[in-house]
């Protein structure tokens, strides 16, 4: 099946401190990249859908300047956590959708990034 | 945007047949009906999806019924290993980035005792 990978899958930052976390579609191009957070025992939540050549899409509540996303190519999404916080800490999600010939237009995730911020 | 619901947990046994049935009223009649399997620290992995009556693959079965406000994810003889989350999203697969597919619900912690 499709495969998208995370990287990295584990960062430790101190606070104030940028991280960038990258999302790439390795057999698939993907106009659409999503990016989920997720909290210890809290099911996932989606934060903004990245657009290929456009500005991402925020959902309520997410603060764009805070969470900067960019899609330069069909196969790469990065996700900046700029001055990052302790509150910040999270396991944060990619996933994109492959709508090719053999696809059904299902989800796929990467590994996920666990970002702890000190 | 469209609201699923699960059992927040469910315990079985080895070997046993595990169904976990999700609710879904507001389904669309262009939406269809995916399961995902979430182990701790990892990315949700695509189990199964369908539309109507039934699909079956090498892990599991999707059972819809003709109303399709309600779907069961049947998975057959669990093993330890099938100890994880599971989540059912409803949408459009074909959709542009539509958030409906792509809201998550609370999911339904499976434990598998030995």
């Known amino acids: 099946g499709a495969v998208v990978s995370q990287h990295p899958s584990r960062v430790i930052c101190k606070s104030g401190t940028s991280v960038k976390i990258e999302c790439r579609s390795l057999d698939f191009q993907a106009t659409t990249m999503f990016w989920y957070r997720q909290f210890p025992k809290q099911s996932l939540m989606l934060m903004a859908t990245?657009?290929?050549?456009?500005?991402?899409?925020?959902e309520q509540g997410v603060e764009k300047d805070k969470f900067l996303i960019n899609h330069a190519s069909l196969t790469l999404s990065t996700l900046t956590v700029t001055s990052a916080h302790p509150e910040d800490s999270s396991f944060y999600i990619c996933?994109?959708?492959?709508?090719?010939?053999?696809?059904?237009?299902?989800?796929?995730f990467g590994e996920g990034s666990r970002l702890t911020v000190l | 945007l469209a609201k699923t619901t699960q059992p927040i947990s469910m315990d079985s046994y080895e070997g046993q047949e595990v169904n976990i049935t999700c609710s879904h009223n507001?389904?669309?009649?262009?939406?269809?009906i995916t399961w995902y399997q979430q182990f701790p620290s990892q990315g949700p992995r695509f189990i199964i999806q369908g539309y109507k009556t039934k699909v079956t693959n090498e892990v599991a079965s999707l059972f819809i019924p003709a109303d399709r406000k309600s779907s069961t994810l049947s998975l057959p003889r669990v093993s330890l290993s099938d100890t994880a989350v599971y989540y059912c999203l409803v949408g459009d697969p074909s959709g542009s980035g539509s958030a409906r597919q792509l809201t998550f619900g609370s999911g339904t912690q499976l434990t598998v005792l030995p």
């Open positions: 507001n389904i669309a009649t262009n939406d269809y």
């Open positions: 990245s657009n290929e050549g456009s500005k991402a899409t925020y």
């Open positions: 996933s994109a959708r492959d709508h090719g010939g053999r696809g059904t237009g299902e989800l796929f």
